[in-house]
Structure formats: structure tokens, C-alpha cells
């Protein structure tokens, strides 16, 4: 989509660093990392948000959390544990609109998410 900051990461058009590519997903490493190992996870096709999934196919999503268990072993944080996050509108403080999935791991969590 014209104008959507990780439709450009995915087309090369934005330099990231990739963690991980598929057919159906796209990995890279979040340029503000608030965990040792913090990579967002994205669907190639575009959709605004987790709400906005009725516009995506169950395989399309079944491979976004695919991904995020790939880039988990991958980054040797599978065993210890780690946290999948997306952040859906405004009191959720999404700031990109393109469904993405924050996978964070490399350190103890805080037992709160909110
Ligand atoms: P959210 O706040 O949930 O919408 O997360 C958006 C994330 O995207 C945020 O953690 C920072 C990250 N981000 C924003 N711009 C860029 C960029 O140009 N490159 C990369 N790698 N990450 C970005």
C-alpha cells in the first residue's frame, strides 16, 4: 500500500534488517528495541490492524504466528520464554498501520502488560 511505512521495509524500498522472509510473512528487527531481541513480525499483504483481519485468509494469520515462533528458536529465545504483542488502535498506542507482531525476548518480562 502507497504510503505505508512497513509495505516499503517489505518491498526494500525502507533498508531494515531481516530476521526471516517467507512467501506470506516478513521479519526484522524493530529499530527501538525494548528487549535484547525484538523483531516484528508483518503479512506481506496489507491490513491496518488485528481489527482489520476479516480482510486477510485464516492462512495469511496462521503464518504471521508461525513466524513469530520461527524468529523465537532462530533467536535461541524459545526455550527461556518469550512475549508476542500487537498493539491494535489508538489506547493501544499502535503507531504503524500495518498488523504487526512484536516478538520480545532475552530477559525476564514484567508480569504486567498494561
Ligand atoms: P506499534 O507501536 O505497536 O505500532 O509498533 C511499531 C514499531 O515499529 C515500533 O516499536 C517502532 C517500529 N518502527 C517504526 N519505524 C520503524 C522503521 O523505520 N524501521 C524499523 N525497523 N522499525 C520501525
Do not use: W
Not at 21 to 34: L, S
Not at 61 to 66: G, H, K, N, V
Not at 84 to 99: E, F, K, P, T, Y
Amino acid at each position: 500500500m502507497e504510503n505505508c511505512l512497513f509495505c516499503k521495509i517489505i518491498a526494500g524500498d525502507i533498508p531494515s534488517t531481516k530476521v526471516y522472509e517467507d512467501d506470506k510473512t516478513y521479519a526484522f528487527r524493530d529499530i527501538n528495541p525494548m528487549a535484547p531481541v525484538h523483531v516484528l513480525v508483518v503479512p506481506k499483504t496489507h491490513v491496518a490492524s488485528l481489527d482489520a483481519v476479516d480482510a486477510l485468509s485464516d492462512e495469511l494469520l496462521a503464518a504471521c504466528l508461525r513466524t513469530c515462533r520461527t524468529v523465537a528458536h532462530q533467536e535461541a529465545i524459545a526455550e527461556s520464554g518469550f512475549r508476542v504483542v500487537s498493539n491494535c488502535g489508538c489506547d493501544a498506542c499502535q503507531s504503524v498501520q500495518h498488523l504487526h507482531f512484536h516478538v520480545l525476548g532475552g530477559k525476564k518480562m514484567a508480569e504486567s502488560m498494561a
